[in-house]
């Protein structure tokens, strides 16, 4: 996804919305596609402003978020699981179908890093 049009150019394209000029022709005034100044016009009718919306995915916990105390307790039984034990374990405990890299993603984020044969968390990362 490229990058949003300068922060300049739409507040210029939001003073000629506001002066009253339409979407359209003040696409035209400032080298627009007419497309993009319907879509910006209606969003500073709507909202105000023509700042661009977040890019990328929506930052959220995800669907492992819940189930992180259980996979560090199946962790801490036996550091030597992995990854597909600990997807079907999750699966038949708390009926939650995941991939196994999903899996593995939290743990990463969580500091569990795999070494040669078991989970673990490095030592600066355990609360004391």
Known sequence: MSAPL?????????K???EGSSGRAAALRLKLSPAT???WARQVRTKGHAEPPPQGPPHGK????PHQ?????????DPDI????????????EG???HHSSIANLLSRLGFTYKKSHWSRPSAAVPR
């Open 6 to 14: 300068p922060s300049a150019l739409r507040a210029r394209f939001q």
């Open 16 to 18: 000629y919305i506001e």
């Open 37 to 39: 100044g319907a879509r």
């Open 62 to 65: 995800g669907k492992l978020a």
């Open 69 to 77: 105390a259980f996979l560090e307790e199946l962790i801490a039984q």
């Open 82 to 93: 992995p990854l597909f034990e600990l997807r079907d374990a999750l699966a038949e405990a």
């Open 96 to 98: 939650v179908r995941v």
